[in-house]
């Protein structure tokens, strides 16, 4: 567990009072933290009809799935700066982020937004369409591997600007391999839950999902094709800009 501890001014370790843990800020141990509050209250701009698919994706039973929205706003901004028009996300879920990213891109853009199933995508639709983008997100419902050796065949090498990855985590590294090619120079891959609420720290060897990522954490360090940062917001997210 990551632990942020803060001290009162002229005071040492040994007074500290108080220490919170890095979270979701919809999780429930986000809820009624403080400092949490004061980081949505002085830096979420949320669009109105991302705010309603928000709070409609939290009356789900697995809406702790849901991106934080603070780390969904960060991958936004981050794709406005390097005015991305192409965008992958291999993960719906609800469509937050992919609603998030779509308002960003310009008329023209396209977030190719891949998923196996329909029916919790289809809660975002209505969302989507409600903030005009609809037309930019294309659903390609199939395994994602799928979609990403479709992109490829279709000549579409190096011709996206931006990639979230959060799905299934014994494909990690596949889906970054695929990625990596998909991705231009200077374009960004951004990459979920990279510390698995701490699970990371010495794997359980029977933990496939926290063995695949802690891998993958590992060998982006090394990889010499990226630059990369990895933040402790959210559950812990990757930032990989090729080179």
Partial sequence: VLMCFFFPKGKGKSQAFGSTTIFKSHSKGAKDNPLMKYVLDHSMREHPALKKLRLKTLEDRFSGMMVACEQSQLMANLAKLIKAKKALEIGVYTGYNALNIALTLPEDGRVVACDISEALPNMGRPFWKEAGVEHKIDLRIQPALKTLDDLLAAGEAESFDFA??????????????????????????????????????NPEADDLDSQCIDKLNKKIYRDVRVNVSMLTVGDGLTLAFKL
């Fill in 164 to 201: 979230f990855i959060d799905a299934d985590k014994q494909n990690y590294d596949h889906y970054y391999e695929k990625c990596l090619q998909l991705i231009r120079k200077g374009g960004i891959i951004a990459i979920d839950n990279v510390l698995w609420s701490g699970r990371v720290l």
